[in-house]
């Protein structure tokens, strides 16, 4: 028994053969005597019996770990001190094998993300310039049974050849009942979502999410294509309203639901469900897509 061991023992008059159960009720004792004391001082005073046991406890538990070990080695006789040594650098070596191959896989999915990455920047920095960001918002989707929009991408430009790319977003927008102006509460604060995140330059909806969005709020006025001869002022297509700031007339919205382009492109929609057209952006989207817009609905019908 070493000395400090020996010195707890005697500060709690304590044999060192005492039962680990004598100690619990000593400790048990202090502990309700110290709860009696009537001042800090007092309180604080039996602090050095308290450490004493504690070195006590701490000691008995690593003995008993130690026995227990000895106890569980003692099936490999006198060479009990060899199998304790290989054990432990087994455990030492399983830990650092497992941590090396942890650390192995961290690299491997980092290398390959930050691969990936380089891999799909080089390709987009391949790519011709993003002319247009094209939202399709309402009760229509795309053919493509994964839900992609490659196809309608290409079909866009196939219509359009001026544009080399553009970025196509279908938002999938149903009303809750048969000719119904009500929507979805789940899909409605999807496409919030997506028009926030997205900020679309052009956006293709049907009648009601037009109503739905506010009408003219938020478009740009499309008025120079009237005013540049592409269409009439009185197209029944043209979709005119006030302005509440200035008071103005200004064209937000063209109808294309009959024209070729719309009868080109991969969407499922209901025979019935129209198609609007509008720019969202900055003026900077509102100079490219008006060029677009002329050309789509100024082209001849689907037949």
Do not use: C
């Amino acid at each position: 028994m070493n000395e400090k061991l020996k010195q707890a023992y005697d500060k709690l008059g304590l044999s060192e053969n005492v039962s680990r159960e004598e100690i619990n009720k000593r400790f048990d004792l202090l502990i309700k005597r110290r709860k009696s004391k009537a001042s800090d001082e007092e309180r604080s005073a039996p602090e050095e019996d308290f450490q004493a046991f504690k070195f006590i406890l701490d000691t008995l538990d690593k003995q008993e770990i130690e026995e227990a070990e000895q106890e569980r080695l003692a099936k490999y006789g006198k060479f009990s001190g060899a199998a304790s040594k290989w054990e432990r650098f087994f455990r030492l070596y399983r830990t650092h094998v497992i941590v090396s191959v942890i650390a192995v896989i961290v690299l491997a999915v980092a290398g390959n993300a930050i691969y990936n990455n380089w891999q799909h920047r080089k390709y987009l920095a391949s790519l011709p310039p993003l002319d247009a960001k094209i939202m399709f918002l309402g009760n229509f989707g795309v053919q493509d049974p994964d839900g992609q929009t490659a196809d309608l991408d290409a079909a866009i430009i196939a219509q359009y050849p001026e544009w080399k790319r553009v970025e196509s977003n279908m938002i999938y927008l149903p009303r809750t009942g048969q000719d119904a102006d009500s929507f979805d509460m789940n899909y409605m604060q999807k496409a919030v979502v997506e028009l926030a995140a997205n900020h679309p330059d052009i956006i293709i909806l049907d009648e009601a999410t037009l109503e739905w969005i506010g009408g003219q709020d938020g478009f740009q006025d499309l008025s120079a294509i009237v005013e540049s001869g592409s269409l009439d002022k009185d197209d029944p297509r043209l979709k005119w309203g006030t302005n509440p700031e200035s008071g103005q007339e200004e064209l937000y919205g063209v109808d294309i639901t009959d024209s070729a382009f719309v009868a080109a492109l991969p969407v499922n929609k209901a025979e019935d469900e129209n198609m609007i057209i509008g720019v969202l952006g900055v003026d900077e989207a509102k100079d490219k897509a008006i060029p677009f817009i002329e050309h789509i609905a100024g082209g001849s019908a689907a037949q």
